[in-house]
Nanobody, 112 residues
Framework: QEKLVESGGGLVQPGGSLRLSCAAS????????MAWYRQTPGKQRELVAK??????TYADAAKGRFTISRDNAKKMVFLQMDSLKPEDTAVYFC???????WGRGTQVTVSS
C-alpha cells in the first residue's frame, strides 16, 4: 500500500497557480515532519518546502510564492504554488522527512 499519494499537478501558464495535495496513509501523521521536493531530468531532487510542529521552511526559489500547509485530521499536506515560472517545471514529490517514504510524484509543467 502506498503511504503517500500526490495529486494536483498539471499544465499551467506562467504566472498561474496550482495546489498540490498529498494524502498520507500512516499512523500518527501529525508527529511527522512533511516536505515537498521536486526533481527535473538529470538533476538531484531538491527541497521545496517543509513543515513540522507548525514551523515552515522554504527553499529560496519558493519563498514568497509557495505555501506549505497540512491538515492533520485528514492526514494531508498541501503546496499552494502561485506566480509560477517555467523553471518551476518538475516532478513534485511528497516526503516524510528523515524516512525513506516518498510518493510517486506529480508532474507540474509551467509553459505558455
Amino acid at each position: 500500500q502506498e503511504k503517500l499519494v500526490e495529486s494536483g499537478g498539471g499544465l499551467v501558464q506562467p504566472g498561474g497557480s496550482l495546489r498540490l495535495s498529498c494524502a498520507a496513509s500512516i499512523g500518527s501523521f501529525s508527529i511527522y515532519p512533511m516536505a515537498w521536493y521536486r526533481q527535473t531530468p538529470g538533476k538531484q531532487r531538491e527541497l521545496v518546502a517543509k513543515i513540522s510542529d507548525g514551523r515552515t521552511t522554504y527553499a529560496d526559489a519558493a519563498k514568497g510564492r509557495f505555501t506549505i500547509s497540512r491538515d492533520n485530521a485528514k492526514k494531508m499536506v498541501f503546496l499552494q504554488m502561485d506566480s509560477l515560472k517555467p523553471e518551476d517545471t518538475a516532478v513534485y514529490f511528497c516526503h516524510i522527512e528523515y524516512s525513506d517514504h516518498w510518493g510517486r510524484g506529480t508532474q507540474v509543467t509551467v509553459s505558455s
